[in-house]
């Protein structure tokens, strides 16, 4: 039976669709436990954040060259929604992370060597209200981000 595995995934950066070499998002939630006299006594919501990275081969990130050229700079490129979608015949998964916003961490890393390709990495922060859906189940709840649209 097929499970779902790294190449099972379809992934789009706004537009674009894109492969990658590897790709990581990850949820920071600061909500706590509360405390009464230093007994746990229910929670307490936290903050939140997302981020993650994609790392891509050159023929890749030369389709981000191109949108960032068409926005008129890497920095003038506007946050965009990713999709990260598998499916096999037995399992489906969906990711949506809305408001991703770029940065270049690794432009070059040369290995004289050679035996694999080059590669450059993008980290990325969410940045809309709208957060994460997984499998279509938003991760913050309406109430959370009533008001920020």
Do not use: W
Request: proline share 4%; aromatic share 8%.
């Amino acid at each position: 039976m097929a499970k779902i595995g790294g190449m099972n995934f379809d992934i789009t950066v706004g537009d674009l669709q894109i492969h990658v070499e590897t790709v990581t998002l990850d949820i920071t939630d600061n909500s706590a436990v509360a405390q009464t006299g230093g007994v746990p006594d229910g929670f307490v919501d936290g903050d939140v954040a997302a981020s993650g990275e994609l790392e891509l081969d050159t023929t890749n990130f030369n389709l981000l060259i191109e949108a960032a050229k068409a926005a008129g700079s890497f920095r003038q490129l506007e946050p965009f929604d990713s999709l990260f979608y598998a499916k096999t015949p037995t399992d489906e998964f969906r990711v949506e992370a809305f408001g991703c916003k770029a940065k270049i961490s690794a432009l070059l890393n040369i290995d004289a060597k050679g035996g694999e390709k080059h590669k450059h990495k993008v980290p990325f922060d969410v940045t809309s209200p709208d957060f994460i859906r997984i499998n279509g189940v938003p991760y913050l709840s309406a109430d959370e981000i009533e008001g920020l649209r």
